[in-house]
């Protein structure tokens, strides 16, 4: 594995590469075999000097999801490292809405420290939502009048300048 990432590293220096995997986070966070074997294979990269820049976390949550405590818990677990730990895939498995909110409420409270800073994790998260995922297009149109653009679902506030006005 640890070949893997140094290959892929090799390939392109550019992007950090994450290390993920399923169930750390979900099944109440108590699957302790596997977050020790999630563990052991981290600490086995970062002692061969394998280019790890992040630690994945499927988030997959279904009608009894991890509660926020656990979830700190884990999460400062896998933060020893010092690495960016990032929810790789994250849905509820619940036809309740409401819940549905709630739930992602308290998950996202874990993207703050003890401080209220923000973690890198949540830092991506807020720039995916405000930047990656709004639209904020400008152009001239074409001979007819027609100016297209792909966007985001959502509302959109257009304005049309003709002769100046």
């Known amino acids: 594995m640890v070949r893997w990432f140094q290959l892929a590293h090799q390939a392109d220096l550019g ?6 995997n399923y169930s750390i986070l979900s099944g109440v966070g108590n699957d302790p075999a596997h977050q020790n074997n999630y563990d052991s294979t981290i600490q086995f ?14 988030s997959h949550f279904g009608e009894t999801p991890t509660g926020a405590e656990k979830l700190w818990t884990v999460l400062d677990r896998f933060g020893r490292f010092n690495l960016s730990i ?17 739930y992602l409420k308290d998950f996202m409270t874990a ?10 994790n949540g830092q991506a998260w807020i ?3 405000t930047k990656d995922w709004w639209t904020n297009a400008s152009g001239i149109s074409a001979n007819g009048g027609s100016y297209k653009v792909r966007g985001f679902m959502g509302d959109y506030a257009v304005t049309a300048t003709l002769n100046g006005e």
């Open 15 to 20: 992007p950090k590469l994450f290390i993920n």
């Open 45 to 58: 990269l970062i002692a061969h000097k394998a280019p790890l820049g992040g630690i994945g976390m499927q």
């Open 86 to 102: 990032e929810s790789t895939e994250f849905d509820i498995k619940s036809i309740d809405r409401a819940y549905q909110a709630a």
């Open 111 to 120: 993207l703050f420290d003890s401080s209220w800073e923000i973690k890198p």
């Open 127 to 129: 720039d995916l939502v």
